[in-house]
């Protein structure tokens, strides 16, 4: 369904911060920064919202203050 491929892209997008830093240091080579298996244009907006998501809410917290 699309609206799993939406929530798991948005999951893997937030999460994929954590594995990216992780990956540098050599660590958890079994879990991959993108699932290739999810492949479709509802995961990948999802991955792309999640991926932003933490720059997004930095930005709007600076403008507040």
């Not at 937030?14 to 050599?26: D, E, K, L, N, S």
């Not at 990948?44 to 997004?56: A, C, H, N, R, V």
């Not at 809410?57 to 203050?65: E, M, T, Y």
């Amino acid at each position: 369904m699309w609206w799993e491929d939406l929530l798991w892209g948005m999951w893997n997008g937030v999460t994929a911060w954590i594995v990216f830093i992780v990956h540098v240091f050599g660590q958890w080579t079994e879990y991959p920064f993108y699932n290739t298996a999810r492949l479709g244009n509802w995961y990948d907006f999802g991955f792309l919202i999640g991926m932003g998501s933490p720059f997004l809410g930095a930005l709007g917290a600076r403008r507040r203050r």
